[in-house]
């Protein structure tokens, strides 16, 4: 059992929670448009994901089908932009802010 009390155990969903041929709701329609807008910031390398018309995708694995093409690509990025961040923070000594860094301050002031 883990101890550490940020821990957050979180149960899997039953089965029936995802279904391919249920309309997606509105929520799942905003993300649809949000991660359009996130590959607009890459459209040389993504150029055939911006012509799938986002208003014809209808059903839940129309949404799983498109946002796994799409973060596919945008997961690449992030993990780029991660990297130079963490560097940052290596070679300046500047903390990163997280829950860590704050525990291991709080114990040497």
């Known amino acids: 059992m883990d101890r550490n009390p940020e ?3 979180i149960p ?3 089965r029936e929670a995802f279904n391919k041929k249920r309309p997606a709701g509105q929520l799942l329609l905003a993300q ?4 359009r807008h996130g ?3 890459h459209i040389e390398k993504v150029v055939a994901l911006l012509v799938i018309d986002v208003n014809k995708i209808k059903t839940e694995g129309d949404v799983s089908e498109y946002s796994r ?3 596919t690509i945008l997961h690449q990025q992030s993990v780029r932009a991660g990297r130079k961040k963490r560097s940052l923070y290596a070679t300046t000594g500047f903390s990163s802010g997280s829950s860590r860094d704050r525990r291991s301050r709080a114990g040497t002031e």
């Open 7 to 9: 821990t957050v155990k």
């Open 69 to 71: 093409k799409v973060m």
């Open 12 to 14: 899997q969903p039953p």
């Open 39 to 41: 590959l607009a910031r």
């Open 32 to 35: 649809v448009q949000h991660l």
